[in-house]
């Protein structure tokens, strides 16, 4: 069972029809206990990150997504859920999960004519592998909505970038958590193959 | 780098497809969602639903048509034609559409694309404007006018100035449609396009006179559109989404390809 955290953050139930078509078990869930205890967790996310922050706070998700982490749950996080999994963003200034160390700039390109919000699809190129990526072939496109970007302290933690003026980290890995910077759910086979690969991972 | 959109669109009148959409050697079944994963599969990057459904007693069927849609193909789609109020459509979002699209209710009530960008969030609201070439004017300083209702209604607004003050209200992106330009396959309207990719800070769609590969490429470098808009070259059989998108990627276009 994958539990999708259910924080009132954007379309959940577009997550939920793509794991539903590649039939896998799903629930949209607010109880940290169901997430705690899934097999997985998917952390999604449209918005604002300090209405977003607000929310799980007030649901004790932060809690509850720590507490996932440290037990090894396999969690996918998914564009603003991949932001606020840092410590930092900049949308707001707010301080945010702190699964991982990191900080989440704005875009700032000196280009007018490349607009903001980063919308549509871009290449991504992987800088390692990693069990989510695999039978995904190196810059394959996936679709993009945001105008923040993800950047752990630890390079080591950049599974893959792209490229808007600026190179910047589109997927981030640590351990039991993988997350990406684009929506998996609305990237065509590509994206459901990263789900469904996700599906089979065991957080090593 | 972030790739040209291809977006096709759709127009749906009581569940149905509106005009016949032919494929060599297939049966056209009318169904949207069949066309909508075609169109998938061929890697199409974007899908417009509009409909165009006379009578409000019949609109729940176009929420089933969402539904169905967003079960069946995993790229964004917007859904445009007769949303009038927030309410409208947040229940369009919710029933899995990416995007909403507004067009001649925006005109009427703009505090519309604010109140649906607070709703839903920028990135969810398309503002759809069709413009009719009307000629230089103290009050149309671009040449340029919005009009409704297929070009019949002129509504006095500049079209520069309105897609200015559909950025400020809260649109994510915008539908640039020339009425002079749309049946004519001739190609789209460059200037107009530029004119108004230059004015704002959101992705620009392009949209009316697509017939052959070269005016996409046309109007994504000259026109610099982020995206164009392509029905009836698609819908006819003229050409498939990936003869359009190699013809572009040879021509130095980044584009996505399936």
Known sequence: ?204 | MLSKRIISCLDVRDGKLAKSVKFVNTVDSGDPVVTAKKYYDEGIDELVFYDITASSDNRNIMIDVVSRVASTIFIPFSVGGGLRTVKDCTKVRMAGAEKINVNTAAVANPSLISEASLALGAQAVVLSMDVLKTGVSAKIPSGYEIVTHGGRNKTGLDAIEWAKTGEHLGAGELVVNSIDADGTKEGYEINLTRMIAQAVTIPVIASGGGGKPEHLYDVLTEGHADAALVASMLHYGEYTIREIKEYLHTRGIKIRRT
């Open chain 1, 1 to 204: 069972m994958i539990a999708i955290v259910d924080y009132e953050a954007g379309n959940l139930t577009s997550v939920k029809r793509a794991l539903d078509y590649l039939g896998l078990e799903n629930i949209i869930t607010p109880d940290p206990s169901v997430i705690t205890g899934a097999e997985r967790v998917i952390f999604p996310g449209v918005g604002h990150a300090a209405s977003a922050m607000k929310r799980l706070l007030e649901r004790k998700l932060d809690k509850a997504l720590h507490n996932a982490f440290a037990k090894g749950i396999p969690i996918l996080g998914i564009c603003l859920g991949t932001q606020i999994i840092l410590s930092r963003s900049e949308e707001g200034d707010t301080q945010c999960l702190g699964l991982l160390d990191g900080f989440c700039p704005k875009f700032k390109l000196s280009n007018p004519l490349l607009k903001i919000p980063h919308i549509g699809w871009n290449s991504v190129s992987f800088r390692k592998g990693h069990p989510v990526l695999d039978g995904i072939a190196q810059n394959d496109e996936f679709y993009f909505v945001h105008s923040y970007y993800p950047v752990p302290s630890d390079a080591d933690c950049i599974i893959a970038t792209a490229e808007y003026e600026i190179e910047f980290p589109v997927i981030l890995g640590k351990d039991n958590l993988i997350a990406t910077q684009f929506h998996p759910e609305k990237s065509g086979p590509s994206g459901l193959r990263l789900l469904s690969n996700f599906s089979k991972w065991n957080g090593k």
